[in-house]
């Protein structure tokens, strides 16, 4: 798509929030080890008689918990997982064996039906749709934290297509209420705290800043030496009046793109309604370029948001919440699983440029 090549890259790149994950940048051909993933046709069917989260089936699956504009005629819903990974009967209390710890699977697993369209891909959905849908995971977040005490973290995130893990193609959310904090949220509000405590600035505040004022420079590892310096407007995908969509400079997959708002916040419970407006504006335009780039994408979306409790209440500052939207355009292979080490054969930066240079029309 990009006219000019860009030089090759062959490079371990250390994600700046979590030095503990990095990616090696191999962008020389034949540096494809790996199988690429189906792209998954663009479903055009709006109703299906059989599936169960279309509208009209209501009875196929558990009671609705809640549902926008109404519930007869709703646009988006939510009902209890039928299959839920954590539930609310208890059988033990944390047991402990030596270093083998067990937390009881207590929980709630609810899913949130995207919309009563059965085919329809989030950069289809209209901004005010996806207001409402990103209003409903605010919702319920919010309900679920205040609900239990023991709930410590209420992940929302989103499989679409096989190759991400979703069973159903009818396009929905799932929302866990756990009694743990998941690991890598834990590392990411710990090393984000750390890089507070040493800078007096939010990391990813930081990164924001560079992405729209600065030059970045990058020094070597173990000299310090600076290898040299970068134009980070570069990694700009979507900009909009409180949100950005970048692309990171180092992330696990190749077309991976992080959502955050411009100004400072932890919590996403706290996105005012206005914002909603630009939140969806900006995802929306994201999605339509990444399918624009890669057509028919499989992929994940997590929304990584401050931790409920006491332990995080000096967190706020240092933590930004973010949505990371990682899509599966290969299958990882055992060096990647066995190392940790992700490969990306594109280097973030042309990534980035294709994805910027797609003309849309105006929403
Ligand atoms: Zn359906
Ligand atoms: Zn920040
Ligand atoms: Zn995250």
């Given at each position: 798509m990009s006219k000019k090549p860009s030089p090759s890259v062959r490079e371990i790149r250390i994600?700046?929030?979590?030095?503990s994950e990095s990616v090696l940048v191999a962008t020389a051909?034949?540096?494809?080890p790996r199988k690429e993933e189906e792209r998954v046709e663009q479903k055009?069917?709006?109703?299906?008689?059989?599936?169960?989260?279309?509208?009209?089936?209501?009875?196929?699956?558990?009671?609705?918990?809640a549902a926008w504009?109404?519930?007869?005629?709703?646009?988006v819903r939510v009902v209890e997982n039928?299959?839920?990974?954590?539930?609310?009967?208890?059988?033990?209390?944390?047991l402990v064996f030596g270093l083998q710890q067990v937390v009881e699977g207590y929980g709630r697993h609810e899913v949130i039906i995207?919309?009563?369209?059965?085919?329809?891909a989030i950069h289809n959905m209209s901004v005010e749709h996806l207001m409402t849908l990103f209003s409903a995971y605010r919702d319920r977040m919010e309900k679920l934290y205040k609900a239990?005490?023991?709930?410590q973290y209420v992940l929302v995130f989103k499989n679409f297509g096989p190759a991400a893990g979703?069973?159903?193609?009818h396009t929905h959310s799932q929302i866990i209420a756990m009694p743990v904090v998941p690991e890598n949220v834990i590392n990411e509000v710990e090393y984000a705290k750390i890089h507070f405590d040493k800078h007096h600035q939010c990391i990813y505040c930081s990164l924001i800043n560079e992405a729209l004022t600065f030059e970045a420079t990058i020094y070597?590892?173990?000299?310090?030496?600076?290898?040299r310096k970068i134009?980070?407007?570069?990694?700009?995908v979507e900009r909009g009046e409180k949100f950005i969509a970048i692309k990171p400079f180092?992330?696990?997959?190749?077309w991976e793109i992080h959502i955050m708002p411009l100004?400072?916040?932890?919590?996403?419970?706290?996105?005012s309604p206005e914002d909603m407006e630009d939140l969806a504006r900006v995802t929306r335009r994201a999605m339509a370029r990444l399918d624009a780039v890669i057509g028919g994408a499989q992929y994940n979306f997590f929304l990584h948001s401050i931790p409920q409790g006491d332990k995080y209440a000096d967190c706020h500052s240092s933590y930004h919440w973010h949505i990371e939207i990682c899509p599966r355009t290969s299958i990882p292979t055992g060096f990647e699983l066995g190392s940790g080490l992700f490969v990306s054969t594109i280097s973030p930066e042309d990534a980035a440029q294709q994805l910027r240079e797609i003309q849309l029309d105006e929403d």
């Open positions: 994600n700046p929030v979590m030095p051909r034949g540096m494809r055009t069917v709006e109703h299906k008689d059989t599936c169960p989260f279309c509208l009209g089936n209501e009875d196929k699956t558990p009671p609705t918990i504009p109404s519930e007869k005629n709703w646009a039928l299959y839920p990974i954590l539930g609310e009967d208890s059988q033990n209390d944390g995207d919309h009563n369209n059965h085919g329809i239990d005490p023991r709930i979703a069973s159903i193609p070597d590892r173990d000299s310090g030496e600076i290898k134009d980070v407007g570069q990694y700009v180092a992330s696990r997959y190749e100004n400072h916040s932890a919590d996403y419970v706290d996105v």
